[in-house]
Every structure is written in C-alpha cells, then in structure tokens.
C-alpha cells in the first residue's frame, strides 16, 4: 500500500520561508499528477500547487508567485517551496494525487505563519 510522509513544517513569521517535502513508499510520482494541499482549521482540504508527470506546474492563484512545487522522482519526493509566508498560510499540509487524492492520506505536516 502507498504511504505519504509529509515532513518540513514549523512556525515561521510572516514574510518567512519553508520548504516541505513528501516522500512516497513507491515510484508513484513519476507517472501521475500529484499536489500539494491543505487544510486550516475549520476549512475544507483545497489544494495549493499542482505537478504533471512532465513537470508543468499549476498553483491556487492565492499562492502564485509564492510557492513553487518541484519533484525528485529518484527520490520519490515532492517539494513544495514556499516564500513570502502570511499568516492565512496557516493549515496542514499533504501530498497526493490529483484532482481525486486517492492515495491513503499522510499524517501531513503543520504550518504556522504567526503575525
């Protein structure tokens, strides 16, 4: 079974940097389109950053600019470097499939942008 380990988070002050990452169990990154999401307190799970298998990336218009999403797939690993932080940055961070997510769900990794 495919098992995501989302890791890199922490508590940063506005206009700071992080850089998370994901790592899978397996090669499953190479061949599908994969995302990072995340989900505030009280808010559904949306996701923030998109990459093709031909590594042509797609962002939320809220984090353009911002965030850049990068894959190693020797490393089966996802990036997601994120600049610029605000504090409605603040959630919990996942990696998966995209549009449906349909790999068992990480633990994720927290994010916390104080003011």
């Known amino acids: 079974q495919v098992q995501l380990v989302e890791s890199g988070g922490g508590l940063v002050q506005a206009g700071g940097s992080l850089r998370l990452s994901c790592t899978a169990s397996?090669?499953?990154?190479?061949?599908?389109?994969v995302a990072w999401y995340r989900q505030a307190p009280g808010k559904q799970r949306e996701w923030v950053a998109v990459?093709?298998?031909?590594?042509?990336?797609n962002y939320r218009e809220i984090v353009k600019g911002r965030f850049t999403i990068s894959r190693d797939n020797a490393k089966n690993t996802i990036y997601l470097q994120m600049n610029g932080l605000k504090p409605e940055d603040t959630a919990d961070y996942y990696c998966?499939?995209?549009?449906?997510?349909?790999?068992?769900w990480g633990h994720g990794t927290q994010v916390t942008v104080s003011s």
């Open positions: 990459i093709m298998s031909g590594g042509s990336t």
């Open positions: 397996g090669s499953i990154f190479s061949n599908n389109i």
């Open positions: 998966n499939n995209f549009p449906y997510g349909s790999f068992p």
